[in-house]
Each structure stands twice: as structure tokens, then as C-alpha cells.
């Protein structure tokens, strides 16, 4: 028999399972209140109360408050300076999001093409010219690309330019790689095609071509021939398997 606390057990698990019972409850007591430092408010979730837990949610903070906004930078989009609310944008682009999940959505316009191949098209064209946190603006915002005023403000007016995709995986590609995004400079093309025109594009296709022969004497890895050539190993396998540079 084992004394612990004035309380006797028989065995060591009896032990065991009532030190796991005691310390439940002290969790439980812990988490009767907000865990931050001075608010007695009832916990809601992940350890906040509502309060915090609201702060947490809409702005990744659960100490956000409105006086310190001014603090927080302004609105990551291209030409907008307005402060930042949430997100990376301001109040009018994050409401946008959060409604629309765009935060160029354009309400007054009824198209009735939310969510289509062209209509994605036309946001990510977008988003990576004015939005700062795209992963390929430095590949165009950041290089002075843009897209032209009837574009950028009205999906309806890039529909009517480009029209719909002539094939399911077509994307749009300039025909100017340092031009514009307008429609003299614009059509659709294949993801090869595409490919062909980036700034980053160092292989030829008579590079290609050596590549394929060297592939085919064997003994030499996707990942060697990207080395060889100055590519990323994918970018040979995509070659080889005939998705790139036909």
C-alpha cells in the first residue's frame, strides 16, 4: 500500500491513474479563463476568451487592438494607401476577401462567371502585377508589368478581348515579355508555349534536343542533366515526359 497526499493506494496504478486525474483538473482549472496576462474572461478556444480569440481569427493577433494600426503598415495592394487591417490588406480589399474571396472582386459588375478557367485567369493576372505577396509578382509587378485600366477594372471588358480559353489548360501569355498586359500584346497559347516566353526560360530547343540524346545513351540522372544545363531537375523531367519544348 502507498500514501500520497494522506490518500491510500493499493498499487502503482492506482497511483498513476489518479495523479492523471488531478492533473485533468488542473487543466481544466487553467483553462477556465483567457490565458492572457490579466483578463479574467471565460476561455473560449485555443486558450483565448471571445474577445481575444475574434483578434486572433480576423488579424493573426490576439492583441490587435485599433490603436496600433498605424503600426501595422498599410494595404499590400499596388496603389492603395489605405491602412492595414487584416490579412495584408485594408479594410475595403479585406471585406472584398473574405465576401468574395478576391480582393479585386468587382461587385457592380454581373457576368455570372465567377469561378471559370477565364475568370481565374484574369484575378491570378492580377494578382501577380499589384499584389506584393504573390509568390510570381517579382516576376511581374516588381518588373514594372501591369495590366491596362478596361482590364484591371472590368472582368467583362477582358472577356470580351480574349474570349474563352480555345482548349482547357491554355493560358494567357504576352507577346512582349516586357510588355503589358493589354489586348495587343495578349492570346492564348499552351503551358509549353508559355514557357517558351519567361524571362527565367534558359533552355533552346536545340537544347532540348541534346538533352533527349543524352538521355537516351542512358546512365545519366534527370537530376545530372538539370546540373548540365542550368535547370531544375523537374524541368528535365517534364522535358523528357514531352509536357515541355515538343
Known sequence: MVCVGGIAFRGKYHVLLSLYRHTLQDVGRIMETCKIKDCKKKHKAKGYCNKHYLRLWNHGDPLFTKQNREHSGYCSIIGCKNKYEAKGYCSRHYLKYRKYGDPFCVVKE????????????????????????????????????????????????????????????????????????????????????????????????????????????????????GVMYGVHGNTITALLHNRTWQ
Open 110 to 225: 454581373q457576368h455570372g462567371m465567377w469561378g471559370t478557367p477565364e475568370y481565374y485567369t484574369w484575378r491570378d493576372m492580377i494578382n501577380r502585377c499589384y499584389y506584393n505577396k504573390d509568390e510570381s509578382y517579382q516576376h511581374y509587378g516588381n518588373r514594372g508589368i501591369s495590366v491596362c485600366k478596361q482590364w484591371r477594372h472590368s472582368f467583362i471588358t477582358f472577356f470580351k478581348d480574349m474570349g474563352l480559353k480555345p482548349f482547357p489548360k491554355a493560358q494567357i501569355d504576352r507577346i512582349d515579355n516586357d510588355g503589358n498586359y493589354e489586348p495587343n500584346n495578349c492570346h492564348w497559347v499552351t503551358a509549353a508555349g508559355n514557357c517558351r516566353n519567361k524571362e527565367t526560360t534558359i533552355l533552346t530547343m536545340g537544347k532540348a534536343k541534346e538533352i533527349r540524346s543524352l538521355y537516351k545513351q542512358g546512365n545519366i540522372s534527370h537530376a545530372k542533366l
